[in-house]
C-alpha cells in the first residue's frame, strides 16, 4: 500500500523540497480523483488548494460571453496547478476542469500557509519550487503572446 | 557549378493540389527534379515570382506544401505548371535510432518525408496555432502525433500551450535520440532549449532555417546570416554550430 508520504516523495514537482519538508507537506495532502469533466476549481471562488496532476490532464479554463467556455491552456502528468492560495486575496484567477479520467494530490492551502508561516525555511522552499513553475508559464505565455505560427510570422 | 542552365526553371505540370487548410496546399509535381528530405526547390509561379519550397514528400511523386500568404505562394497554390529550380540545400541527417522530430506550424512539411522514412522511430511532436491549421490530418494520427494547439476550438479536446510543453514530457531517450525541428526561428530556439533542458546533447539537434533564399546556389547573398548562406552551407544546420547565430538579427 502506497502511503500519501510515498506519492509524495516520488513526485518529480516536489524534488527540490527535503525529505522534512516533504514529510510536512504530507499533513496537507489527499489524493483526489476527478471524473471527466469535473470541476476542479471555479474561477472567482477562495483559493484554498493547489494540485499536482498525477494522471490524465486538467484544462485551465475561464468563461467568454458569446464563447463559452474557453481552454486557455492544459496541464498533464508532473505540473502544478494554482498558487492562487498563496498570494493574496486568495481567490482563484481561473477555473480548472479534469480532462479525462485523471488523478491529483491536492495540498490544503489554508494548511500549508499555517505551516510556512510557523517554518519560513519551508516556505522559502516552497516558494522556490513555485517560482520556478511561475517563471515556466510566464515565459510560455509570452512565446504564445508571438503568435509565431501566424501567416505574418 | 554556376552555368546559364543553372538558374533556368522546368516547366512542369502540377498534377494534382490538396487543400490541407483554410490557406494552405500540397501540389503533387508531375516530374522535376528529384529531391531528398530537408531540400527545397525555386518554384516560379508564372507573371507572379519565384519563391524556395521545401519537398514535403520524396521519392516517385514529389509534393510541395504551399501557405498562400503573398502574391507568389498565393499564384504558386493556384498554378496548373509552375517553374522549378532545384534540387538546392542539405538534407536532414538519417539516423539509426530514435528521433524527436518538433514541428510549428508549415514547419511540419519539410519534416514530413523524414517521418515517412523513419516510421516508428519518430516521435513527432507538433505545434500549431489552432485545430483549423494542421496540416496532414490523418497521417498525423497515424503518426501517432502528439499535437498541441495555441487557441483551441470547440471539440478540442487535446492539449494546449507552446509545443515545448510537449517536449518536456514526451517519452525519449535523450541520450540515444537526435532531434529534429523546423518551424518559425522563435520556436526552434526555445524547442532547442528544452530539448538540452531534457538532457539532449546539441549536437543531436537539428535545424532548419528559412532567410530569404533567392538565387538557391549561393550567389547572390540574400540569405546570408553571418558567415553562412542557408542555400549552400544549409537550409538544415547541426544546433550546436549555428546556436550564436539564431539571436543575430536580421540584416
Not at chain 2, 497554390?77 to 530514435?98: H, K, L, Q, S
Request: charged share 20%.
Amino acid at each position: 500500500m502506497q502511503t500519501l508520504a510515498d506519492v509524495i516523495d516520488e513526485l518529480p514537482a516536489l524534488r527540490s523540497l527535503s525529505p522534512a519538508q516533504r514529510q510536512t507537506l504530507s499533513g496537507c495532502a489527499r489524493n483526489q480523483v476527478l471524473s471527466p469533466g469535473e470541476e476542479i476549481m471555479r474561477e472567482g471562488d477562495a483559493a484554498d488548494a493547489f494540485y499536482i496532476v498525477r494522471a490524465g490532464g486538467v484544462a485551465i479554463v475561464t468563461q467568454v460571453p458569446g464563447r463559452g467556455e474557453i481552454t486557455i491552456e492544459t496541464l498533464h502528468a508532473g505540473d502544478l496547478l494554482g498558487w492562487s492560495w498563496l498570494v493574496e486575496p486568495y481567490r482563484n484567477a481561473f477555473g480548472a476542469r479534469a480532462l479525462g479520467a485523471t488523478r491529483v494530490l491536492a495540498l490544503d492551502g489554508v494548511c500549508l500557509r499555517g505551516k510556512c508561516e510557523a517554518d519560513p525555511a519551508l516556505g522559502y522552499a516552497l516558494l522556490k519550487l513555485l517560482a520556478s513553475v511561475f517563471a515556466q508559464r510566464l515565459r510560455d505565455t509570452r512565446v504564445r503572446l508571438l503568435d509565431l505560427y501566424g501567416a505574418d510570422a | 557549378m554556376l552555368d546559364g542552365t543553372a538558374l533556368m526553371p522546368a516547366a512542369v505540370r502540377v498534377a494534382e493540389r490538396r487543400r490541407e487548410t483554410h490557406d494552405t496546399w500540397t501540389l503533387r509535381l508531375d516530374g522535376g527534379p528529384a529531391l531528398a528530405p530537408g531540400q527545397f526547390s525555386m518554384l516560379y509561379a508564372f507573371g507572379a515570382g519565384e519563391a524556395p519550397i521545401s519537398v514535403s514528400a520524396t521519392g516517385d511523386s514529389v509534393e510541395h506544401t504551399i501557405r498562400a500568404v503573398g502574391a507568389v505562394t498565393r499564384a504558386l497554390c493556384e498554378a496548373e505548371t509552375v517553374g522549378v529550380r532545384g534540387p538546392y540545400g542539405n538534407t536532414w541527417p538519417a539516423p539509426g535510432g530514435d528521433a524527436v522530430i518538433v514541428a510549428g506550424g508549415i514547419g511540419l512539411a519539410p519534416l514530413r518525408p523524414v517521418i515517412r522514412a523513419l516510421g516508428d522511430r519518430a516521435l513527432v511532436l507538433y505545434g500549431a496555432r489552432a485545430p483549423r491549421e494542421l496540416l496532414y490530418e490523418a497521417e498525423l494520427a497515424s503518426w501517432g502525433a502528439q499535437v498541441t494547439v495555441d487557441a483551441p476550438a470547440a471539440g478540442w479536446d487535446g492539449p494546449v500551450g507552446v509545443v515545448t510543453k510537449l517536449i518536456e514530457r514526451a517519452d525519449f531517450d535523450p541520450a540515444s535520440a537526435v532531434a529534429m525541428i523546423c518551424g518559425p526561428e522563435v520556436m526552434m530556439r526555445f524547442a532547442a532549449v528544452a530539448l538540452l533542458d531534457r538532457g539532449m546533447p546539441a549536437d543531436a539537434i537539428w535545424v532548419s532555417l528559412e532567410r530569404g533564399m533567392k538565387c538557391g546556389v549561393g550567389h547572390c547573398g540574400h540569405c546570408q546570416v553571418g558567415p553562412l548562406l542557408i542555400c549552400r552551407d544549409g537550409p538544415v544546420f547541426r544546433y550546436d554550430r549555428v546556436e550564436p547565430l539564431l539571436r543575430v538579427a536580421e540584416l
